[in-house]
């Protein structure tokens, strides 16, 4: 519990400081490469964020600190089982789409936490909206097909910086509240 906790919280900060770092590289004058590290760097936050907090959520349930049903725990390992041709049970990998594993994952984790309005709220808000389109400009730079899908526009950038701040918005309170809560039963 202590290692998930520790992890969540390093990474949580090694990867804010480098957006931050890639923030101050941006220029209006630019639409290149510093405004490519900023949103990868981004998302790399995120990602990373939303690993670690399944991680965690994982390590207080086996802790007994959480409650979490059978189909809730096998998504956050994004792992599935089979029957192979034997007859014994396989485990198998199962990634989770970002988005709806996104939203899943911050929404467990607010259930454990006796947080449910507060991620309601900030589900729909308008910061996620501009999350969500944000994760297409992600898309659409990690994987360009051609040169013009890798300028980031003045907008997009904007719309990038917004969903980031929505993103520690949702996060933070949350990894606070469960920090608070670490060996509290789930209420």
Not at 12 to 41: A, H, N
Not at 124 to 151: A, C, W, Y
């Amino acid at each position: 519990m202590q290692e998930a906790r520790s992890e969540l919280s390093a990474l949580y900060m090694g990867l804010k400081s480098d957006v931050e770092i890639g923030r101050k590289g941006l220029s209006d004058s630019s639409s290149g490469f510093p405004d490519r590290v900023y949103v990868k760097t981004v998302f790399s936050l995120v990602e990373g964020v939303t690993f670690r907090v399944r991680q965690y959520i994982i390590s207080a349930a086996d802790a007994g600190i959480y409650t979490i049903g059978h189909p809730s725990l096998s998504f956050l390992s994004e792992t599935t089982y089979k029957i192979n041709s034997q007859g014994k049970i396989k485990e198998k990998e199962e990634y989770l789409s970002f988005l709806p594993g996104f939203k899943f994952t911050f929404k467990t984790f607010a259930a454990c936490l006796g947080m449910n309005e507060f991620a309601e709220r900030a589900f729909s808000d308008n910061g996620f909206n501009q999350f969500k389109l944000s994760v297409d400009v992600r898309n659409r730079l990690t994987h360009p097909k051609r040169t013009q899908e890798m300028i980031v526009s003045r907008s997009e950038r904007e719309m990038v910086q917004t969903a980031e701040q929505w993103f520690h918005s949702l996060a933070l309170p949350l990894i606070e509240a469960a920090f608070e809560r670490k060996n509290l039963p789930n209420q």
